[in-house]
């Protein structure tokens, strides 16, 4: 059985991003089932994306969180930046690696 189809959760606390009409959340959708294709071991997930509280420090603009559920496991990658669409490349670069790198742990045992 494979699990292309599990459900992907999508947070947004950014207005001038809306779901219905966001490229990005089906680009980041699609690439998280192309990642679960063939696979059974991912169960749900979530995106999430806002901006940094203003006056704390931080030259980022933009936050983006992404959550696996794997079994008892959990993928997380948070990453920052100051374009969306970049810091969301890197957040989904960051949950691949560590998708495969559980992977490759799990087919050594």
Not at 68 to 86: N, W
Request: net charge negative.
């Amino acid at each position: 059985m494979n699990n292309e189809s599990f459900p992907i959760k999508f947070n947004n606390e950014i207005d001038k991003v809306k779901e219905s009409e966001n490229e990005l959340y089906a680009k980041a959708a699609d690439r998280l089932r192309q990642l679960a294709e063939g696979h059974d071991d991912i169960l749900s997930g979530s995106i999430d994306l806002k901006e940094p509280a203003k006056g704390h420090g931080t030259a980022s603009a933009y936050e983006v969180k992404i959550m696996l559920y794997m079994g008892s496991d959990h993928i997380l990658a948070t990453e920052k930046g100051q374009l969306l669409q970049s810091t969301l490349e890197s957040a989904l670069d960051a949950v691949e690696r560590q998708v495969h790198e559980q992977r490759a742990q799990q087919r050594k045992y």
